[in-house]
């Protein structure tokens, strides 16, 4: 089945520790993005690429960064992570990114901060 | 600015029927759309408005009026499985290249038995 994979489930890093969270599709979508969800909140994008253009959200901290090296894959690399920054990280596509386009969610890395 | 307001929680009984309703303000508005998320899971599509009205999917209705920003998601015959958390999202394309989704803060539904 077509789908949205993202690796690992679940990821525990200590503070100030680079990591990197990987997103992978099969459904040959365009667009793909990053989503930060912390507890009982809503998702938050981060920053999405339209094919290898990408688009920042203005209120992204500098120390998130991302990575599309082909159209199935997108890393989020996140240089220095503090406490703040532990949550669940979602991986999303679009066919398009078109008005009428659904959002593919992936199963999400919760991300632990020690 | 942008945002959206639904209520944070809602509780029901099985077999039920339950509306969550949505208001938002936002630019570039097009369209309102609605993810279940069951706890500790990703989003899940559920339905989309683009226009005024109602659009039914099995036991899950979406309506949207535009004139009053407002939309709401109706769920029939509850069942257990039905408890989960649900997002109103609106479309935004306030910039020339992909759309973006902005949620609402999400509405807790508790199904009794």
């Known amino acids: 089945d077509a789908m949205v994979i993202q690796n690992p489930r679940y990821q525990v890093t200590q503070f100030g520790k680079p990591v990197t969270l990987s997103c992978s599709q099969t459904l040959n979508h365009n667009v793909m993005y990053w989503y930060q969800q912390k507890s009982s909140q809503a998702p938050k994008l981060l920053f999405h690429?339209?094919?290898?253009?990408?688009?920042n959200e203005a209120d992204t901290p500098d120390n998130f960064q991302s990575r599309r090296p082909n159209t199935s894959f997108c890393f989020l690399d996140i240089r220095s992570p503090g406490l703040g920054d532990a949550a669940m990280y979602l991986c999303?596509?679009?066919?398009?990114?078109?008005?009428?386009?659904?959002?593919?969610f992936g199963p999400g890395t919760r991300l632990t901060v020690l | 600015g942008q945002s959206l307001e639904q209520p944070s929680e809602v509780t029901a009984v099985e077999g039920a029927i339950v509306q969550i309703n949505c208001t938002y303000q936002?630019?570039?508005?097009?369209?309102l759309s609605w993810y279940q998320q069951h706890d500790g899971g990703a989003p899940t599509f559920l339905s989309y408005n683009a226009l005024d009205g109602l659009e039914e999917t099995g036991r899950f209705s979406s309506f949207l009026s535009r004139s009053d920003s407002y939309g709401y998601l109706l769920l029939q015959e509850l069942q257990m499985k039905d408890s989960a958390s649900y997002f109103c999202?609106?479309?935004?394309?306030?910039?020339?290249?992909?759309?973006?989704?902005?949620f609402g803060q999400g509405t807790e539904l508790s199904v009794k038995p």
């Open positions: 999202a609106v479309r935004s394309m306030i910039y020339n290249q992909g759309g973006k989704l902005i």
């Open positions: 999303a596509t679009s066919e398009s990114g078109g008005a009428s386009d659904t959002q593919y």
């Open positions: 936002t630019s570039g508005f097009y369209g």
């Open positions: 690429y339209y094919d290898k253009d990408f688009n």
